[in-house]
């Protein structure tokens, strides 16, 4: 019933009203046509505008366009249209997004209409929009920026030619507005009241049909991505549905004006679907006819509705409303926006009309169909929080009957206005809620024609797949849809990662925490964090954490507990955080620590996964915490925590326990509570079983440490999950995978099968057999995601796709589209830019010639080309350097009529200006800023002199850091104008001023406070008094790091002005104030805290009483450490006012009281810890014996270890019952007894050894004289260690029977003896080495001569230690009767004998070995033959360390008298001996055991059939090993050789799946290539035949080139010819093939034409002529290990090469005569050499990977230095770069391309990523390097430091050496 009168009243109202209300005229649309400024679509029946360029983008639903298109057909879109065709005739959706104010097909031809648009930033057009927004969109807080008018002006329908009729003059006028901010667009269709005249249109293929299509009007997406592969339809929304609701579109609105209709098109945040305007209901003009307008849409579902208020009239503004007045009579049935104000809700919209938006009304509209949603779903309202529509009141349901009361309110539309308010446990922090309109029951739908509705409003996957993961898939259940992660995915569905793989995290972490009372701030340190899933091992480290808070925080585990929980080791029936929360959550966390209270709160915010799927977290932490000293361990024992999960919620609170050992302090306890809760946001479409209540997580090892010196907190957490009560060490769970001890990598996943097996998978993205996993290059194998013009980027696990140069991502975020370039008008004024695919092409217009960036009206007029400025300026006005539109702010250059710079350039944003030169350099010195005269250009430059010192000093400073913040507290000097320190000098940011003299030296006593005036520094220096102990006591402590920061909380004295202390000093930092004597000592009673009256310090003392006992050490004791820290848990005794101890003690922090008798002991049973009751102290205790001396030292011996072990060997006094010393006392370890006095100390002559009988201590002793010199000297000898063990090699003097020192003295040890005088000092020249024949000492000394240099040095050779012990294997040099040298010297030790000069000096050649003939030293020298290389060899062997000390152990070759390698070599410490070639290599089979017979070396020896020679294979192996460091990685390659060394048939690259068949010699089988899991098959029956006919090793050069790149590739030498710059492959060919070989270095002679090349397999150096049939010749093939870096040096007919495995340097002439060596010490594993001709220099690598380096020297070997040895890690490749005379680098370990002046100076990066980098060249502004990553030959530009090319030859083995060949010399050769 109530329905029906409703609808009867609804009805009735409609039918009373007269239409008196008209549409818009024309002359209220928005401005249009060309004096507005307006574009014109070109005539024709499918055309489509240039594209319109946004100056900002525009949100379209919830996509980002920045271009628009305008076509014929009554349409807008945000991309380039299909043809006609494809859509004109269909229905909505369209396949691309489209603004449709009349979609029909239009035609324009013959002039029947024009199409006006253009983009505009007019006052007035914003502001009418503005003012229209408001209207229909109240809350809206709406100021458009930007607004697009499109204007379609008499057009008419398409009309087939033949028809027989004549063409229709049924013309439509209509508009449409889209205006737009930052975050929101919103879009007016105007239809005047004359506008629509046809309605619809024929399709073009209707085969004589009369039928006709009504227009579409709406709104649609267009197609969407999803699953990175698929496209489904997007949302759209409809206004029209036959062509009744068209004719209605001009005579009914949606905002209270007809003809006018407003809609919410796109927000920033989240946006599902339309939200068209209502002022007072849909409706405000009611039709004229039966029919009426259908609006399509879909509303979302909802479970609670509110009622709006009751519309309210105002009949104070009714008059204002006449323009406009309804059609019904009655005001009271006058719709009006709630909330007083209604002047605006019918207003014409006029540019001038004010703008007074509702505060009620604004509300979204639902319309029923089964499109799309109109709003978002209500919790993530698309709105953001400034633009939140105000709620409504409380509902209010209408009573039975009431419904004509209800018409009453709402007198159109019989709706109920709902309000939508969101579950608390969902909503959105950014998205409080929305609102809707929507029908209540079932549905409605009412004959008129008018309105449709519906409540089918269900959130679907179709709408809302975008918002899962590329990794999940959707599915829809009854309420609405979710997201599931796709099998080998795990997470939450919005989030979701590959399954097994290990995880990262990274993020910021600030706030202010307080340790102790000092506060520090953590400005956006880096936090990361590393998880291995497969374990559960979380590994957090946060950087830069300052030092007083680094140890602090230690216990604070639970702040990487957070990622052990997201991704702990799940036991059965339990799961990882991360599968509930995802990648976006918030923590809160808050730890109270105890005893002291401490608070602290966590807030960790996860942001989703960034574009390498790695988690970020931010981490807030403030509070306070308590001190831990520095240098504390932290240690936390393993624990459980459970897990209470509700909705969107998990909390947890525990109790944890942790110590603290540190060395003032040693073990404490303490403990902390933590209470926690996560929340997130969930799904609970699915009714899935829910999670599992509780759930407990272990945490098995917890372990925590600070770096002081990298500053790094580092926390490493084992967790597991699991159900509460679960053990997950029981025997149940004894499966490895669950165990975390199983074997699989890092990046596999562990899968338990029965009992304890288990099997181990690689994660998604990684291949392998689970060992050892692989990631899978989606790039090169085909499997990426990336579409059209984008590139493939290869990521750990995964992929990302970039676009190519020319193309951005479409809204979609995944597809590529062509950025167009004519956007940014880079054409000239009078030419036409022409968009392509990628690029652009501009055209002058016709009248015009030229190339389009210059155009002329003169034809044949020479068009002057762009010049340098010019191209600058327009690259930088088109965006083309930074890829997109000019950004704001950016510098343009300018440029004069001739296309030269303009000497004076400006920057238009800053004001700044300076002068440039000819290529716009600017000239320094010539900057000026804003509001300063510019510098004439037109003046030269005046020479520049050298920076000063303080200018060096001021620029040295470092103002900002790395990321650009400015770094606070830095001191800057000030220089003047000539660069000299000003001699006032302030600090900016302490404000202390001091003066300085002429070198920046602060002036002593200059210095002033902040706020004091300043010192006259022009005044000269009066005598400097010296500095009082005050002044030095101040200026001692440091207020300041070495960084120039304060440091906070240190006490700094006070003095007066005469440098004395003042008497009453205060504490900065604590407050505490207090008095001091004249030394600055505290007088005692006189400190006072902070906020209390301080003591008169000038009041004199009371008589003080000295201090007592007590006092003293209550006094003593340190409770702040040196920097004013308070030191927690010492012991700080307690005195009575008296002064003396209290009976009763307590310790502050552990809480243990004992009693104390009168001189603080401690009283022994009165100890109780705390929360026991204390013992009664004034309670008398009996009275105890005191201890005896005996006992004090019997109990003092320490007989146990730390650890409780006993130890051995100690002595332990036996006492008496009396507690006196027995007697007699015995060593219980070693037996020795001994008589003792009461004393305890030994009685000489009383001891006996063990199995003697003792002495009768009982017996009294004889008088005994007093000790003598020579006795105490004997007995001071400490020969017996304090655990009782006796000291071998102590000299002890001899005494005779009277206690005097015998004449002659001798050491026990060394055999030495010498005469002394009565004091013991040994008389000069007297001693004598053992078994020499001894001095008399009893005669008489002779007039002593002085010391000559021989005996010098043997007195300074020490032979005995400072404690008196011989110095075992020193040299002692052997001096005649003389004092000379003796001719020859032999060392006692290792038995070396050779000749000395008269200086001592070593005559090279005499040397002899320990069982050789001597040389005979009296003969002359004859003249010195060079050193041969086993000499060289011997002599590199350090034998003595730089103490001369011998070197055990080493290996020291012998030569003959020849310097040839002795036939025989034996290793002095192993005994091994073995035969050797001349080369100084083992023969094989011929080493032996010490104590076996020697092989006979001169006798060929036959090689065993296992001691064969070293194969190809074998040493192409080892040699590739080398380079990697001795460790390949995984993916590295390196040769597999069969155990009779001969090439395994099947290669690999490591352990990888990319592998490929070689024949006997290691060439690859064309064909057999394989990246299968399954290797190819190589046996002999399926491979193709491995033995074929060898090549000729003859040369074939490439033809008709004039330069070719040479690469040295294993077995073969190939030429890639050069094209320009560019790599010709297609002339590629092998130049020469070398059966056998590894050639590795490559040079090439210019002169000759002539390629030389080391063979590392052969050990030879080779070359050949570059002309056809030439064969190589061999230049050297002896004394060669590792022959691998070659240079030519073209002028002076000399190569250089390095052969790393002896670590020289070598050289020879081009025939290979000549040889020498350069350099043989101080290299480790030389590489590359390369030879500058012109200079004359040498430079080469040393690839030390502990310090590697880069030398010079001249190429004849003088003048050797460092060029650069800082920054490099394995410097393989190099080269010269001729143009700028800078040696340049390739580096394999910093993977950077570098270049330096040969001096050092001027270092520059050319690129920073390179791969694997082996050889270099340089030509013509390009660097070629050969790469052991890319298997071929890469091309970088020196200028742009891009790579431009690349050539990957057919077989794919590693290229080592590379050379430039030219057919005639380059000027700067080298």
């Known amino acids: ?145 930007h607004v697009v008018v499109a204007t379609w002006e008499n057009v008419a329908a398409y009309e087939e030619q033949t028809r027989t009729a004549g063409p229709s003059n049924k013309v439509n006028t209509f508009q449409a507005v889209i205006g737009y901010d930052e975050t929101d667009s919103y879009v007016l269709f105007l239809y005047p009241e004359d506008g629509l005249n046809y309605f619809g249109t024929r399709p073009k293929e209707s085969y004589n049909v009369e039928i006709e299509l009504p227009a579409r009007v ?145 509300n979204q509209l639902s319309y029923g169909s089964e499109d799309v949603p109109l709003t978002s779903e209500p919790r993530y309202n698309s709105e953001p929080a400034e633009r939140q529509y105000a709620p409504p009141n409380p509902p209010e349901r209408v009573p039975e009957g009431d419904a004509q009361r209800t018409l009453k309110r709402q007198p159109q539309v019989p709706l109920e206005v709902v309000d939508v308010y969101p579950s608390h446990r969902n909503e959105h922090p950014h998205s409080p809620g929305g609102h809707v309109v929507s029908v209540e029951g079932d549905d409605v739908d009412f004959d008129t024609g008018v309105i449709q509705y519906t409540t089918e409003n269900k959130e679907t996957c179709a709408r809302f797949q975008q918002q899962c993961s590329q990794n999940a898939f959707c599915s829809d259940y009854a309420t609405g849809f979710c997201c599931h992660c796709r099998p080998g995915f795990y997470g939450n569905g919005r989030h979701c990662l590959p399954e097994g793989a290990p995880q990262r995290v990274s993020g910021k972490v600030s706030g202010t925490v307080t340790v102790g009372s000092t506060p520090v701030e ?30 602090a925080l230690m216990p604070l585990a639970p702040i990487g507990e957070l990622f052990g929980w997201l ?66 361990e932290v240690t936390m024992d393993p624990f459980k925590e459970t897990y209470q999960y509700y909705p969107s919620v998990a909390t947890s609170s525990s109790v944890r326990e942790f110590s603290v050992v540190s060395a003032e302090r040693g073990s404490e306890s303490f403990s902390f509570q933590l209470k926690q809760n996560i929340t997130y946001r969930d799904c609970r479409h699915d009714n899935r079983a829910a999670v599992l209540e509780t759930l407990q997580i272990t945490m098995e090892r917890v372990f925590v440490m600070y770096v002081k010196e990298e500053r790094i907190l580092r926390y490493a957490i084992t967790n597991k999950i699991s159900p509460v009560r679960v053990d997950p060490t029981g025997p149940e769970l004894v499966n490895p995978c669950y165990a975390g001890n199983h074997d699989c990598d890092t990046t596999a996943q562990c899968i338990p099968l029965e009992g304890q097996v288990f099997q181990c998978q690689c994660a998604t993205g990684y291949r392998g057999d689970g060992h050892n996993c692989y990631d899978i290059n989606e790039c090169d194998e085909g499997l990426s995601s990336c579409g059209a013009h984008s590139q493939c980027v290869n990521l750990p696990g995964s992929h990302r796709c970039q676009c190519q140069s020319g193309y951005e991502f479409g809204f979609d975020g995944r597809t590529c589209v062509d950025i167009d370039e004519c956007s940014s008008t880079p054409c000239h004024i009078s030419a036409r830019c022409i968009n392509g695919l990628g690029s652009f092409l501009c055209q002058c217009q016709p009248g015009f ?98 920076k000063t010192y303080c200018e060096q000093h001021r620029d040295s400073v470092q103002t900002t850091s790395p990321e650009g913040y400015s770094i606070v507290g830095a001191y800057v000097p000030q220089c003047d104008a000539d660069g000299q320190y000003t001699s006032l000098q302030c600090h900016g940011s302490t404000g202390h001023c001091w003066c300085v003299d002429g070198r920046g030296q602060e002036r002593a006593g200059t210095r002033t406070s902040p706020g004091t005036p300043s010192v006259d520094c022009d005044k000269p220096d009066e005598p400097e008094r010296p500095k009082t102990y005050c002044e030095q006591h101040r200026d001692s402590v440091q207020t300041t790091s070495p960084e120039g920061y304060s440091i906070v909380g240190a006490y700094v004295p006070q003095c007066d002005a005469d440098g004395q202390y003042t008497s009453l000093q205060c504490h900065g930092s604590t407050g505490h104030c207090w008095c001091v004597d004249g030394r600055g000592q505290e007088r005692a009673g006189t400190r006072t805290s902070p906020g209390t009256p301080s003591v008169d310090c000038d009041k004199p003392d009371e008589p003080e009483r000295p201090k007592t006992y007590c006092e003293q050490h209550r006094d003593s004791v340190q409770t702040t450490s040196p920097e004013g820290y308070p030191i927690v848990g010492v012991f700080v005794p307690q005195c009575d006012s008296n002064g003396q101890y209290t009976s009763q003690q307590c310790h502050g922090s552990t809480g243990h009281c004992w009693c104390v008798d009168g001189r603080g002991q401690e009283r022994a049973g009165t100890r109780t810890p705390p929360g026991t009751p204390s013992v009664d102290c004034d309670k008398p205790v009996e009275p105890e014996r005191p201890k005896t001396y005996c006992e004090q030292h019997r109990d003092s011996v320490q007989t146990t270890s730390p650890e409780g072990y006993p130890i051995r060997g100690v002595f332990v006094p036996q006492c008496d019952s009396n507690g006196q010393y027995t007697s007699q006392q015995c060593h219980g370890s070693t037996g020795h007894c001994w008589c003792v006095d009461s004393r305890g100390q030994e009685r000489a002559g009383t001891r006996t050894p063990p199995g003697e009988s003792a002495v009768d201590c009982d017996r009294p002793v004889e008088p005994e004289r007093p000790k003598t010199h020579c006795e105490h000297h004997r007995d001071s000898v400490q020969t017996t260690s304090p655990e009782g063990y006796s000291i071998v090699g102590a000299y002890v003097p001899q005494c005779d029977a009277n206690g005097q020192y015998t004449p002659l003295q001798c050491h026990g040890s060394t055999g030495h003896c010498w005469c002394v005088d009565s004091r013991g000092q040994e008389r000069a020249g007297t001693r004598t080495p053992p078994g020499t024949q001894r001095k008399d000492c009893d005669r008489p000394d002779e007039p002593e001569r002085p010391k000559t240099h021989c005996e010098h040095h043997r007195h300074r050779a020490q032979t005995i230690s400072p404690e008196g012990y011989p110095i075992v294997g020193a040299y002692v040099p052997q001096c005649d009767a003389d004092g000379q040298y003796l001719p020859l010297q032999c060392h006692s030790s290792t038995g070396h004998c050779w000749c000395v000069d008269k200086r001592g000096q070593e005559r090279t050649g005499t040397r002899t070995l320990h069982g050789t003939q001597p040389k005979d030293c009296d003969r002359p020298d004859e003249p010195e033959r060079p050193k041969t290389h086993c000499e060289h060899h011997r002599d590199r062997v350090q034998t003595t360390s730089p103490e001369g000390y011998p070197i055990v152990g080493a290996y020291l070759p012998q030569c003959d008298a020849e310097g040839q390698y002795l036939p025989r070599q034996c290793h002095g410490s192993t005994g091994h001996c073995w035969c050797v070639d001349g080369r100084g290599q083992e023969r094989a089979g011929t080493r032996t055991r010490p104590g076996a017979p020697s092989v006979d070396c001169d006798r060929p020896v036959p090689v065993a059939p296992t001691q064969r020679p070293e194969s190809v294979c074998e040493r192409w192996r080892t040699s590739l090993i080398e380079h990697y460091g001795g460790k390949p990685d995984a993916q590295q390659y390196v040769p597999q050789c069969e155990p009779d060394g001969q090439f395994s048939p099947v290669q690999c690259y490591g352990e990888t799946t990319y592998c490929w068949c070689v024949d006997q010699d290691g060439r690859e089988v064309p064909g057999t290539r394989s990246h299968d899991v399954v290797k190819p098959a190589c046996l002999p029956s399926v491979a193709p035949p491995t033995v074929r006919p060898l090549p000729r090793p003859d040369v074939t050069p490439p033809t008709n080139t004039d330069i070719t790149l040479l690469y040295a590739q294993g077995q073969k030498i190939g030429a890639l010819p050069l094209n320009g710059t560019r790599l010709d492959a297609t002339r590629s060919k092998t130049l020469l093939t070398l059966h056998g070989s590894i050639v590795v270095g490559i040079a090439y002679d210019c002169k000759e ?143 950077r391309l570098e270049c330096v002046s040969p001096d050092g100076s001027g270092r520059r990066v050319v690129h920073p990523s390179l791969n694997y980098p082996f050889s270099m060249v340089y030509y013509r502004n390009h660097f070629y390097y050969s790469d052991w990553r890319r298997d071929g030959v890469i091309a970088v530009n020196k200028d742009s430091s891009q790579i431009t090319d690349e050539y990957l030859p057919d077989q794919r083995s590693h290229l080592y050496g590379i050379a430039i060949a030219t057919t005639h010399c380059l000027s700067g050769s080298h």
Request: overall charge negative; aromatic content about 10%.
């Open 218 to 362: 709406g709104f649609s997406r267009g197609e969407v991505t999803y699953l990175i592969f698929s496209r489904t339809e997007g949302p759209h929304y409809s206004v029209t549905s036959d062509e009744q609701s068209v004719k209605n579109l001009y005579q009914v609105g949606n905002t209270g004006i007809p003809g006018v209709w407003l809609f919410h098109t796109g927000n920033r945040y989240s946006f599902d679907n339309i939200v068209p305007a209502s002022i007072g209901g849909l409706l405000d003009t009611p039709p004229t006819g039966g029919h009426g307008l259908s609006l399509d849409s879909t509303t979302p579902e909802y479970g609670e509705f509110e009622e709006y208020p009751d519309n309210t009239f105002d009949s104070d503004n009714q008059e204002e409303e006449d323009d406009y007045p309804h059609t019904g009579g009655d005001p009271e049935f006058q719709p009006a926006p709630a909330g007083g104000d209604h002047s605006e809700s019918l207003q014409p919209a006029s540019p001038d009309a004010p703008s007074s938006p509702s505060e009620d009304s604004g």
């Open 849 to 946: 010639y030229g190339d389009g960036f210059y155009c002329s009206q003169t034809e044949g007029q020479t068009v002057r080309p762009r010049s340098q400025c010019e191209q600058h300026r327009d690259r930088l006005q088109s965006g083309m350097e930074q890829g997109g539109p000019p950004s704001p702010g950016a510098f343009i250059p300018q440029c004069d009529s001739d296309g030269r710079y303009q000497p004076l350039q400006c920057h238009g944003s800053t004001g700044h200006c300076w002068c440039v030169d000819f290529r716009g350099q600017e000239r320094t010195g010539t900057r000026t800023p804003p509001g300063t005269a510019p510098k004439d250009c037109d003046r030269p430059d005046e020479p520049e002199r050298p």
């Open 567 to 632: 991704f702990a080791l799940e036991l059965p029936n339990s799961q990882a955080g991360f599968k509930i929360t995802g990648a976006e959550f918030t923590r809160h966390a808050e730890v109270i620590f105890y005893p002291g209270n401490q608070r602290l709160s966590i807030v960790q915010t996860g942001h989703g996964l960034d574009d390498h799927n790695h988690l970020t977290v931010d981490t807030v932490v403030s509070g306070n915490v308590p001190f831990l000293p520095p240098g504390a």
């Open 522 to 551: 953590l400005n956006n340190i880096d936090l990361h964090a590393y998880i291995v899933v497969g374990d559960g091992r979380a590994y957090t480290a946060i950087s830069q954490v300052p030092e007083p808070v680094g140890w």
């Open 1649 to 1791: 034409n002539q390629v030389y090349w080391t063979d590392l397999s052969a050990r030879t150096i080779n070359r050949a002529s570059m002309a056809t049939g030439a064969e190589p010749e061999i230049l050297i093939n002896t004394n060669l290990v590792s022959p691998e870096g070659l240079a030519v040096d073209v002028k002076r007919r000399l190569m250089f090469w390095v052969d790393s495995n002896p670590d020289i340097i070598e050289s020879a002439n081009l025939d290979g005569s000549g040889r020498r060596t350069l350099f043989d010490t101080d290299l480790v594993n030389p590489r590359a050499i390369i030879v500058v001709s012109s200079t004359g220099t040498l430079y080469w690598t040393d690839w030390n990977r502990e310090a590697p380096k880069i030398e010079s020297s001249s190429v004849d070997g003088q003048n050797r230095r460092v060029v650069v040895s800082d920054g490099i890690g394995l410097p393989n490749a190099l080269t010269y770069d001729s143009s700028s005379g800078q040696v340049c680098w390739a580096d394999a370990g910093t993977k």
């Open 1 to 145: 019933m109530e329905r029906g009168v409703m609808l009867a009243v609804c009805l009735l109202c409609w039918s009373c009203s007269v239409c008196v209300v008209t549409a818009i005229k024309r002359a209220d649309m928005f401005p249009y046509g060309t004096l507005s400024g307006d574009l014109i679509l070109a005539e024709g029946d499918d055309e489509t505008s240039r594209v319109l360029s946004l100056p900002k983008p525009l949100y379209f639903y919830g996509s980002l366009f920045s271009q628009l298109y305008v076509a014929t057909n009554g349409i807008i879109s945000g991309q380039d249209l299909p043809m006609e065709k494809q859509y004109v005739d269909d229905g909505f959706p369209t396949d691309f997004p489209v603004v449709a104010p009349f979609l029909a097909d239009i035609d324009t031809s013959g002039g029947r209409g024009q199409i006006y648009y253009r983009v505009t930033e007019t006052p007035s057009v914003l502001n009418r929009v503005a003012q229209e927004v408001h209207r229909g969109f109240p809350d809206a807080k709406f100021t458009p920026t």
